[in-house]
């Protein structure tokens, strides 16, 4: 778990125009540690079933069979923010952008935002606003991925943020001077 002066040092990074300070730092704290649990039952069981199908279907593939199996896991599971999290990636991969942004933002609201297939959808969201030119939206669904622990997303972040990617390079300088010796008294 991160200390209180971590989160800081992190907020300070990944919002440069926000004021320093510790306190209610966003999307730091508010992080759910926790895997977000779903209820095993007969339902998610075939939804998971129907969704591994289209993940073999894609990996062979066939992006058609990979789609139906994925909107079959829908419609059995309509709650479940994984299937449209699959078929969004099936639908990007077709050249659907359009719907495939739209099954992400649903993936996002069913999964509260929370948990590995929320990060999955932001980064996923993010990739596709990049390609699509909008940066700051990007960056904002990067932002939410990288709160949710992926380092990918993290790094993204600081790409598109010529602040953060300013004050990382200079605390590189800085730590590989004290590293060989600059900065040591003689």
Request: charged letters at 25%; aromatic letters at 4%.
């Amino acid at each position: 778990m991160a200390t209180t002066n971590d989160r800081a040092v992190l907020h300070s990074i990944f919002n440069p125009n926000l004021p320093l300070g510790n306190e209610n730092v966003p999307g730091i704290d508010d992080v759910d540690d926790e895997e977000v649990i779903e209820e095993e039952t007969e339902i998610t069981k075939e939804s998971k079933r129907l969704e591994i199908c289209g993940v073999k279907s894609a990996e062979s593939g066939d992006l058609n069979s990979a789609l139906d199996y994925f909107s079959q896991a829908i419609e059995v599971a309509p709650l479940r923010a994984s299937g449209y999290n699959n078929r969004a990636q099936g639908l990007r991969l077709k050249g659907d952008v359009q719907g495939a942004i739209l099954d992400l933002d649903k993936a996002v609201e069913l999964s509260g935002g929370k948990g590995k297939v929320a990060c999955q959808a932001y980064t996923q969201r993010a990739l596709i606003r990049r390609l699509e030119g909008q940066n700051e939206l990007a960056l904002e669904d990067f932002k939410s991925a990288s709160s949710l622990g992926s380092e990918f997303a993290r790094s993204q972040v600081i790409q598109l943020n010529p602040y953060a990617a300013m004050c990382n390079k200079m605390l590189s300088e800085v730590v590989t001077k004290l590293r060989n010796g600059e900065y040591l008294d003689s």
